[in-house]
């Protein structure tokens, strides 16, 4: 969202005395022109003065499970300091059952020497920048005349990161289609957008029936670009048969 749109939202949340729960688990992992984005909870902090109330109308939740690695289930708030203080005091808190105590002193001594910072900043941005732009025109060269489209793209999007791409196809196929098709032909595992929907949300204008999840973060550089050709073959392959 531009800057303008968080602060209407942040202004709503105080007209009404909603609380937003912001899910910012890929914030840091982002690059291009607009990486520096404001988050909601920093305009909370900010906007028209600051919060209105003691708690603020924004609570930021992160993960180290996108920084670190997936076995790192740990996460944490941010929020304005009596909300966090309020946090703090809850029973699963209070109790020491639900944070992950061992990870959490693991991760505690990466906080503590700079480690962690350092390496967001010199190895896993520019790793993801560097492997989103070869997923990027693996999918351009090879799926691009076929009528499929995605977002992010790098060249032409002000804010880009995190794990993912979505891809959209044409109106001619559907993501079960093709995942299934994917994995029969190539064997190729998929990601349909219908699989991250809510259930039951049938939202008009909806095309999370025609989108694929492709993750640029997991396979080695040079399998990202041999399962987007893949995908072309298969692509091609269903078009072909349905004429």
């Known amino acids: 969202m531009s800057r303008s749109r968080r602060e209407a939202l942040v202004r709503v949340a105080r007209r009404?005395?909603?609380?937003?729960?912001?899910?910012?688990v890929y914030d840091?992992?982002?690059?291009?022109?607009?990486?520096?984005?404001l988050r909601l909870v920093d305009i909370d902090r900010v906007l028209d003065g600051g919060p209105e109330g003691r708690f603020g109308n924004v609570v930021s939740n992160g993960s180290f499970?996108?920084?670190?690695?997936p076995g790192c289930r740990v996460g944490w708030a941010e929020g304005t300091e009596d909300f966090i203080y309020g946090l703090s005091q809850a029973g699963s808190t209070r109790s020491g059952g639900a944070p992950s105590q061992l990870t959490s002193t693991f991760i505690n001594d990466l906080l503590e020497?700079?480690?962690?910072?350092?390496?967001?900043?010199?190895?896993?941005?520019?790793?993801?920048r560097r492997r989103h732009c070869i997923l990027a025109s693996a999918i351009k060269t090879n799926l691009g005349h076929f009528g499929v489209s995605f977002t992010p793209d790098p060249e032409t999007s002000p804010v880009t990161g995190g794990y993912y791409i979505w891809v959209q196809l044409p109106a001619a196929l559907t993501a079960t289609q093709v995942c299934r098709e994917a994995l029969k032909m190539q064997n190729l595992v998929l990601g349909g957008g219908e699989t991250f929907a809510v259930p039951g949300d049938n939202a008009p204008g909806g095309d999370l029936h025609r989108r694929l999840r492709l993750c640029f973060m997991w396979e080695d550089e040079g399998r990202l670009v041999e399962g987007v050709e893949r995908l072309g073959l298969v692509i091609r392959s269903i078009l072909t048969n349905n004429k």
Do not use: C, M, R
């Not at 009404?16 to 910012?24: F, G, K, Q, T, Y």
């Not at 840091?28 to 984005?37: A, N, R, T």
């Not at 499970?65 to 690695?69: A, F």
């Open 16 to 24: 009404h005395n909603a609380l937003v729960v912001a899910d910012d």
């Open 28 to 37: 840091f992992l982002s690059w291009g022109p607009v990486h520096l984005q």
């Open 65 to 69: 499970s996108k920084l670190i690695g």
């Open 113 to 128: 020497d700079n480690f962690l910072s350092k390496y967001i900043t010199n190895t896993l941005v520019p790793e993801g």
